[in-house]
């Protein structure tokens, strides 16, 4: 039986900033993953460095990404995402420009359309860059650490000597002092399985749905004049809608999650192509009360689109504001303005989609329109149906550790952070605790 101070489960950003800060502590850690190393992933959520292979987009705010400010303090949560950049620029991430979202004259003219507008500091690395870096992180971390990869824990136990028994799939078995789960979203069935063997509660679950929206490159020319992106908030009646993932000439595509499609959005810059549109997510958020309640919403309405494949649904916003009487079912026609990066099947969305997010979209272009003082483009492509999954809160304390001594969950397993930055900041503060280089109250 093979011992250690430390176990982390997980080798995505949570895990990997956390055992960055372990590296040099003179404790014994260890890293398991199921997914297999950097090299030779092809799996997009698990392996080492889990979804930030993706695009590699590190929001350093916390006006969204996630509620780690409800642990660290407010300016610790900033602090802590600060420290987060400056390992991502020691390791090659300052190749990527550090850009600001925040505008004071826009938030103004925003705030009189009936928008809210939240800002962050921004630093996208894009897929090839992410990947340069984790590279050089995964060097370091191998000649620091112990990392098994393909190495799925089946059950972790507590001892009476308060240590930890994880039992492998290969029926090796780990003896640890302090275990730190970092799965992530991907973990969530598993998780959900050791938490109720641990005895640790799980709270509400959160789905965002919504339209991938595509208009003509110019058409937030005048709210993106000082901003590479902005995010704009906006609240309806029983809903609130905000965007996400904005791409200025970028191009939609395929996004295949847990066995379902659906349209995301790629940087011009990651394969250099540019596009003369602009797209967007407008997400609208659902609460339920359990993890697989919020699953079979997700997976009912998505599937329902698919239809067995990878069906995208789409339609002509001028078609979806005045019905059967505009015929703009043509994706492809030349003279269209708004000219659809993605193959879609143009149809009637409102016989696709459930009519909250329909009326969401409408009410926020609505209030857009007047932010903008012109009119939406009709030719604009609106795309069903994109989705964000969230993992269930875990019960933990301020230090991210359960009720069980010396067991932390840390990263989008949580349920408490939501973006790779919060979720790297988060593996930095515990991993700092546990190396004794911090105490709470000098965060």
């Not at 602090?79 to 190749?95: E, N, P, Q, S």
């Not at 492998?168 to 938490?195: H, K, M, P, Y």
């Not at 990878?310 to 979806?320: C, E, K, T």
Request: charged share 25%; glycine share 10%; proline share 2%.
């Amino acid at each position: 039986m093979s011992q250690y101070d430390i176990t982390i489960i997980g080798a995505g950003v949570s895990g990997i900033f956390a055992a960055h800060e372990l590296a040099s502590s003179g404790l014994k850690v260890l890293m398991l993953d199921k997914g297999k190393k950097l090299g030779e992933r092809s799996d997009s959520y698990i392996g080492f460095g889990g979804l930030g292979l993706s695009e590699g987009k590190y929001n350093y705010t916390n006006d969204f990404g996630g509620e780690l400010e409800r642990k660290t303090g407010y300016d610790a949560a900033l602090r802590l995402m600060d420290d987060v950049d400056t390992i991502l620029c020691k390791y090659g991430g300052g190749a990527a420009e550090l850009y600001s979202t925040y505008d004071p004259e826009l938030a103004e003219r925003a705030r009189e359309a009936g928008f809210g507008v939240l800002t962050t500091k921004t630093r996208h690395l894009g897929t090839k860059l992410s990947k340069a870096v984790l590279e050089c992180l995964y060097d370091y971390l191998d000649s620091h650490i112990t990392m098994r990869f393909e190495a799925e824990p089946v059950r972790i136990l507590r001892k009476e000597d308060k240590r930890f028994t994880i039992e492998l799939e290969d029926g090796s078995v780990i003896d640890s002092g302090q275990v730190i789960v970092a799965t992530g979203r991907s973990g969530n069935e598993w998780f959900n399985g050791q938490c109720e063997s641990l005895g640790i509660g799980r709270g509400e679950a959160r789905v965002d749905l919504g339209l991938r929206i595509e208009m003509k490159g110019d058409q937030l020319a005048s709210i993106l004049q000082r901003s590479f992106e902005t995010k704009l908030s906006f609240e309806g009646e029983d809903f609130t809608a905000t965007t996400y993932c904005m791409n200025p000439q970028g191009r939609v595509v395929l996004k295949l999650q847990e066995g379902l499609a659906m349209p995301d959005g790629q940087n011009f810059r990651e394969k250099g192509e540019n596009s003369s549109n602009l797209n967007f997510t407008l997400f609208v958020p659902h609460r339920f009360a359990t993890l697989e309640e919020a699953d079979t919403y997700f997976k009912r309405i998505v599937g329902a689109i698919n239809r067995g494949r990878d069906r995208i649904a789409a339609q002509r916003l001028g078609s979806l504001r005045r019905g059967a009487e505009y015929h703009c079912s043509d994706g492809q026609a030349s003279d269209r303005s708004v000219k659809p990066t993605l193959e879609a099947e143009f149809t009637e969305l409102r016989e696709e989609v459930p009519e909250r997010y329909i009326e969401a979209t409408l009410a926020f272009l609505d209030a857009l329109e007047k932010l903008l003082g012109v009119p939406i483009d009709e030719d604009t492509i609106l795309y069903a149906i994109d989705g964000k999954l969230y993992s269930p809160a875990i019960e933990t304390n301020e230090r991210f550790e359960t009720i069980i001594r010396g067991f932390y969950v840390i990263g989008d397993c949580s349920g408490t952070t939501h973006s790779l930055s919060q979720a790297a900041a988060s593996g930095i503060y515990v991993g700092r605790l546990l190396a004794g280089q911090c105490s709470l109250e000098s965060l």
